[in-house]
């Protein structure tokens, strides 16, 4: 397999082991459609060997250790079971040690599929792959998304607290550190007020029959149609003198450059607090943040087809106060260029009727690995604007667009 690709699964009983040239610490956790585990029973280590549906099993050194699903045993609301490793050496990194993941059943131990990790270097802790659940049909991703700190930065991302360790013991047997389910709590509200945006300069745009063009003066607003916008402008989504507040979609596609080649990018929205602050991203790894008001539709993986390759949902009346600034990113997963991609762009809809809104292509290409599409800005008086951005970005993953994006803002 390769990152960003899936399979479904022949068998309800999988087994996937993790191996490596070192001893690894192997995990696995329940999550429910917000990304995050229930409680402590959906984290399934060396000390706590069983949870619903899902357990651990040592290969006692001789062999790789596993994490065992049973998918018709996973409880309901269980979406999702991530597979994390890391090395059971302090501080050990997995530059030089990729580590490779065999998907089989687990009964006959037949191999389904394997995946190893390309480029790693400072991780410490992987999400390998994950086990899902898609229109009632279980699938397996290879994932490969890399910590710095360890088990600790997963466990921040699932929900769950992980305490200091106690100093490890001259065991040959791996420890994982004790854990438990943090509540989901709110971010604290801000106190100091959003910074101020930058200046609109608009720039004529391209005519669109269907489209309102930009008037020379005032602000841009939704009263006349769909605006097709340039870089750098903004729209207010704002009709008839009412800001919209209600579920809309963004959009995004591409198009391979060049024939039978296919284009396998990822888009995602990063949403901010009024400093900039990083609150949480929704990317095809963690499909709805901020308590269900964003949405993503998972992962198109070749850009091929007519329509929107992949689709986020935001429910504008349901983001919380401390969430005032979403920007939309697209990133090539697999080291491809946007000089590989043709006709990428973003377009905003009204959720309920299907009514373009507002539409942004991508006219230039860089050979950049990402690329920070649009945002969506919430002002003072509660109205949303939406602006088009276009800027390149090196970076193959969400993470690594958090710190470009907050400076787009």
């Not at 088990?151 to 607290?161: E, Q, W």
């Not at 689709?311 to 504008?316: A, G, Q, S, Y």
Request: with cysteine; net charge negative.
């Amino acid at each position: 397999m390769t990152p960003g690709s899936n399979i479904p699964l022949p068998t309800t009983r999988v087994a996937v082991d993790v191996s490596a040239p070192v001893r690894l610490d192997v995990s696995g956790l329940l999550l429910t459609a917000d990304g995050k585990v229930r409680n402590d029973d959906d984290f399934i280590f060396y000390n706590q060997p069983a949870g619903p549906g899902v357990t651990y099993r040592s290969g006692g050194g001789s062999a790789p250790d596993a994490i065992v699903i049973d998918t018709a045993a996973v409880p309901a609301g269980i979406e999702k079971i991530v597979v994390t490793a890391s090395p059971d050496a302090a501080g050990q990194t997995f530059q030089g040690i990729e580590p490779t993941a065999t998907i089989r059943g687990a009964d006959d131990g037949s191999a389904i599929a394997s995946f190893t990790p390309p480029q790693l270097g400072t991780e410490t802790a992987l999400v390998i792959v994950e086990v899902y659940l898609r229109n009632g049909a279980w699938k397996v991703r290879a994932v490969g998304q890399g910590y710095a700190n360890g088990l600790a930065g997963i466990a921040t991302d699932f929900g769950v607290s992980v305490e200091d360790p106690a100093p490890a013991a001259a065991t040959p047997a791996p420890v994982a550190p004790p854990v438990t389910a943090a509540p989901p709590v709110a971010p604290p509200m801000p106190q100091a007020p959003p910074p101020a945006q930058p200046a609109m300069h608009p720039a004529p745009p391209a005519p669109a029959p269907a489209a309102a063009p930009a008037p020379s003066s005032g602000k841009i607003n939704l009263d006349k149609g769909r605006v097709s916008l340039q870089k750098n402008q903004t729209v207010s989504l704002v009709k008839g003198g009412r800001p919209l507040l209600t579920q809309v979609k963004m959009g995004l596609g591409w198009e391979p450059a060049f024939r039978g080649k296919d284009i396998d990018l990822d888009a995602s929205v990063i949403a901010y607090g009024p400093q900039r602050n990083h609150l949480e991203s929704c990317y095809f790894g963690k499909l709805s943040i901020l308590n269900g008001a964003i949405k993503h539709s998972g992962d198109n993986l070749t850009g091929e087809g007519a329509g929107d390759d992949e689709v986020i949902v935001v429910d504008l009346g349901r983001i919380p106060a401390e969430a005032s600034g979403l920007v939309f990113t697209v990133n090539s997963f697999t080291g491809q260029k946007f000089t590989e991609v043709a006709k990428a762009y973003c377009r905003l809809l009204d959720a309920a009727t299907g009514e373009e809104l507002v539409r942004f292509d991508l006219t230039n290409t860089e050979p950049q690995t990402g690329v920070i599409m649009a945002k969506l800005i919430r002002q003072f008086s509660g109205e949303w604007e939406m602006t088009a951005v276009g800027d390149f970005v090196k970076s193959r993953t969400v993470r690594g667009m958090v710190k470009p994006a907050a400076g787009a803002l």
